[in-house]
């Protein structure tokens, strides 16, 4: 659906204008869209937005045959006391059939029976509704414009037609992708730390274990970490960074003693478990607090004592 105007040569011949509004409207309106604007961000760059309308024009046959200048249309704004003001090019660039415009002028021989009117908005507009009016820079000689005489429609003070274009400021949207998705990648991290990870991978609620036999005393402070192991493989005894963050700090015993791995694990708040190596047998799976376990090396025949607190 296009905006029509309507002219007259011959005053004998009635003309209006129509753009989709109410036929009682004194001032026709009608609205260009909404441009969204963002800053430039990594590789996303912003590509202005053309506004487009298309404007149908009904020239009567008089004014067909008999004009010897095109009319000329402008697009004005209002001022802070009221006056019409052109729209300059620092505000807005204007393209007709697609092609930029000198002075955003628009120019209409008498054959003409539409064209199509985009606008684009500069970086020195401002973010708002802007209200323009298409006025009458040069008449072509016509007799009536919208059922209007010369001295009505050269008026400085009247226009055509009332136009809205809106500029909205938005976030680049490269921008606005990574600052959600990095937020939302800090939240699900800070759930899965303090909610998820305790539940999953829980963390000593005892304080020490202690191991001790004729060659060894160890007491190992233990709340806090996910496990304790004991091994005799300094290449075992090392954790990843990813790990230790996601899934618990495990503290390593490196002794040759341990010939086979021999690891210790949260259960509650008076107990842990025991999972002995394939080299060691022990009195009880589950170690309750003050209570002594005899942990031995099947190989060697060595016993360690063991009491958590």
Excluded at 43 to 48: A, E, G, L, R, T
Excluded at 50 to 65: A, H, V, W, Y
Excluded at 238 to 255: C, L, Y
Aim: proline share 4%; net charge positive.
């Amino acid at each position: 659906m296009c905006s029509k105007i309507k002219f007259a040569f011959i005053v004998s011949l009635v003309c209006f204008l129509a753009i989709g509004c109410d036929s009682e409207t004194k001032l026709p309106s009608t609205s260009w869209g909404r441009s969204k604007v963002y800053d430039d961000f990594l590789w996303k760059k912003h590509v202005p937005d053309t506004l487009t309308k298309t404007i149908c024009f009904d020239f009567n046959e008089d004014s067909r045959n008999h004009m010897r200048e095109p009319l000329v249309l402008g697009i004005f704004k209002k001022n802070d006391s009221g006056r019409y003001v052109q729209v300059m090019e620092n505000e807005m660039l204007l393209f007709v059939d697609k092609q930029q415009i000198d002075g955003n002028t628009i120019t209409v021989p008498p054959t003409t029976e539409k064209l199509t009117v985009g606008v684009v908005f500069t970086k020195d507009a401002e973010s708002k509704v802007h209200y323009w009016y298409i006025k009458v820079l040069e008449d072509g000689g016509l007799d009536r414009i919208n059922d209007t005489d010369p001295s009505q429609f050269n008026d400085d003070n009247t226009a055509l037609m009332e136009v809205t274009a809106e500029k909205k400021k938005v976030w680049n949207p490269l921008a606005e992708g990574m600052t959600f998705g990095f937020s939302g990648f800090i939240i699900a991290l800070l759930v899965w730390i303090f909610i998820l990870k305790p539940m999953f991978f829980p963390t000593f609620k005892i304080g020490n274990i202690s191991i001790q036999s004729d060659q060894f005393s160890n007491v190992v402070r233990a709340r806090g970490f996910h496990k304790v192991i004991l091994t005799s493989s300094k290449d075992k005894a090392k954790q990843g960074f990813f790990e230790k963050t996601f899934v618990g700090e495990t503290k390593f015993i490196v002794d040759p003693r341990w010939t086979s791995d021999v690891a210790f694990e949260p259960r509650d708040k008076t107990s842990i478990r025991i999972r002995q190596g394939k080299d060691f047998m022990v009195d009880s799976r589950i170690l309750k607090k003050a209570q002594e376990y005899t942990l031995e090396n099947i190989q060697t025949g060595s016993k360690s004592k063991i009491v958590i607190s």
